[in-house]
């Protein structure tokens, strides 16, 4: 069974710092795999998927994640942060074949300090 | 505007009560998938529908059943409400062969009391 490992469950950063967050997943075939994030009061918004290709993947509002196979990783980033950035942000895997169960991480709090 | 439209925003019921929560998926979109959020975690899968039929369920009992009609906007009905389904139900839609990922819908919030 697929599964998704959000290691980070609340990062504090100040502007302008850059920030990295977590995702493992537990799945040996292909994968899609994606990052929403979720705005104080909002509906979840997609930042970011890799299906197939390049393994860097640039998003919307400055977010790049890099899936790395060997590694089961997936990891966001953004090199420098704002304020409006402060969100929950949720790494999503869903296999490629037969599948239609998209498995959520727990999810990772993000507060970035003016 | 997430382009998934949910009713209703909030819904209080009682423990034993039956509800009826509804989604209209994106335009264009014809599979629509069920996700129950409880508060600080990940959204888990409920079940999806496409062709008006349940292709794929996940880990929730019998009382969670569904219904997508040929316009493709579902229902999501829970019978016997027990406390434990207090939560964030989030509808999401997508094409078939989710090439453009999924869009989510802002949620039902249900109180069971």
């Known amino acids: 069974a697929q599964s998704v490992s959000q290691h980070n469950h609340h990062v504090i950063l100040s502007e302008a710092a850059s920030l990295e967050l977590g995702c493992n997943y537990s799945y040996g075939g292909t994968v899609n795999l994606f990052w929403y994030v979720q705005y104080p009061g909002q509906h979840l918004q997609l930042l970011l998927k890799y299906f197939s290709g390049d393994p860097l993947v640039k998003g919307i509002k400055g977010f790049e994640a890099e899936f790395i196979k060997s590694k089961f990783s997936f990891n966001l980033r953004k090199p420098s942060v704002q304020w409006s950035d402060t969100a929950e942000y949720f790494c999503?895997?869903?296999?490629?074949?037969?599948?239609?169960?998209?498995?959520f991480g727990t999810g990772t709090r993000l507060t970035i300090i003016p | 505007d997430a382009g998934v439209t949910q009713s209703p925003t909030h819904l209080i019921k009682t423990r034993g009560q039956q509800v009826t929560l509804r989604c209209s998926p994106k335009s264009g979109h014809d599979t629509v998938s069920w996700y129950q959020q409880a508060l600080g975690q990940g959204p888990q899968f409920i079940f999806q529908?496409?062709?008006?039929?349940?292709?794929q369920r996940g880990n929730f009992p019998d009382r969670f059943s569904g219904h997508q009609f040929p316009n493709y906007s579902s229902e999501l009905n829970v019978n016997a409400l027990l406390l434990g389904d207090s939560a964030l139900y989030l509808c999401?839609?997508?094409?078939?062969?989710?090439?453009?990922?999924?869009?989510f819908g802002s949620g039902t919030r249900l109180t069971v009391v």
């Open positions: 999503a895997v869903i296999s490629n074949f037969g599948n239609e169960k998209l498995t």
């Open positions: 529908y496409y062709e008006e039929e349940e292709r």
């Open positions: 999401a839609s997508s094409f078939r062969d989710r090439s453009y990922g999924y869009t």
